[in-house]
């Protein structure tokens, strides 16, 4: 199945944010640095800081992961994926003094990493239905996890959101069918992380 058309919807969705709001949480799609944040802090439970480690960042944006590694002392190999060009290029730009970072716009040159993250990527499903949606994000985790040698972590927004607020250009996964889908297809060590206060939750997933 391609899905060649939801990522030309997605790439040019991204890259409007970028133009519009520049390398700022907002141009990425979330609301606040400290939501930003706080996704990374569940994301990197699957790393083990006391070590050295390389790390995918799958669906990197401006490269704000490298970032928060950075200023928080960890010590790794970093490679950064997006489908936006723009994004990579401002990445680029960004961070062209840091030595233990790349990034690339072509999934296909990815190579293994430690472990790799995904934050975001899942959300915005724009005119794609859930049906299509949701393969997407199947075949995704299926690269994901062919790019891990230890472990990965990806979060989605969860369909336990307050109708109320629920758009229908957002996608509102279950997340009891993703851990299921998780500890059939990749791994016996499949955590939910649900308990933490955004509309989303995170899944780790140790290889």
Not at 120 to 139: R, T
Not at 141 to 158: C, D, G, P, Y
Not at 170 to 175: R, S
């Amino acid at each position: 199945m391609s899905f060649n058309g939801i990522l030309d919807n997605v790439r040019h969705y991204y890259t409007e944010k970028l133009r519009t709001h520049g390398a700022t949480p907002e141009g990425v799609d979330w609301n606040s640095l400290e939501s930003q944040e706080l996704r990374f802090k569940q994301l990197l439970r699957i790393s083990d800081r006391t070590q050295a480690f390389s790390i995918n960042d799958y669906g990197c944006g401006y490269g704000a992961l490298i970032e928060y590694l950075t200023d928080r002392g960890y010590s790794l190999q970093y490679r950064g994926f997006d489908i936006s060009e723009e994004m990579i290029a401002k990445a680029r730009e960004l961070h062209n003094g840091l030595d233990h970072c790349e990034f690339v716009a072509d999934d296909s040159v990815l190579t293994s990493a430690d472990y790799t993250i995904a934050s975001g990527i899942f959300n915005v499903k724009l005119q794609a239905s859930d049906e299509e949606w949701e393969a997407y994000i199947l075949s995704t985790l299926t690269r994901i996890a062919e790019v891990s040698n230890k472990a990965f972590a990806f979060n989605v927004l969860t369909k336990y959101s307050d109708p109320e607020y629920m758009r229908s250009d957002l996608y509102y996964a279950d997340p009891l069918y993703l851990f299921d889908h998780c500890k059939r297809k990749f791994s016996r060590f499949v955590a939910l992380l649900h308990d933490y206060p955004l509309y989303e939750f995170t899944i780790l997933v140790r290889l």
